[in-house]
Nanobody, 119 residues
Framework: QVQLVESGGGLVQAGGSLRLSCAAS????????MGWFRQRPGKERQFVAR????????YYADSVKGRFAISRDNSKNTMALQMNSLTPEDTAIYYC????????????WGQGTQVTVSS
């Protein structure tokens, strides 16, 4: 069983930065990709960014493109999300998730970490 644990959330002022981390543990971990999602108050969970585990190819939601950067460290089974130029609209619970096959859905999810951006 794979466990994902997020960290790094908190309160930041608009224009500031935060760095989220996601650590994977459990059986041999080699997903196809990992991603970040977020759920804003009263909204459905939405995709934020994704990175393939072997090639490091990245993909971003338009709303965060140019402000957020996703990265991974295969040797440590960790993933990060560097978030810059934050706005109150980025306030949400952020979740990391793992996709084990290219054609499947995200199989494993973390418990989430709260990010609050004050104006």
């Amino acid at each position: 069983q794979v466990q994902l644990v997020e960290s790094g959330g908190g309160l930041v002022q608009a224009g500031g930065s935060l760095r989220l981390s996601c650590a994977a543990s459990g059986r041999t971990f080699s997903p196809y990709a990992m991603g970040w999602f977020r759920q804003r108050p009263g909204k459905e969970r939405q995709f934020v960014a994704r990175i393939t585990w072997s090639g490091g190819n990245t993909y971003y939601a338009d709303s965060v493109k140019g402000r957020f950067a996703i990265s991974r460290d295969n040797s440590k089974n960790t993933m990060a999300l560097q978030m810059n130029s934050l706005t109150p609209e980025d306030t949400a619970i952020y979740y990391c998730a793992a996709l084990t096959t290219a054609l499947g859905s995200y199989n494993y999810w973390g418990q989430g970490t709260q990010v609050t951006v004050s104006s």
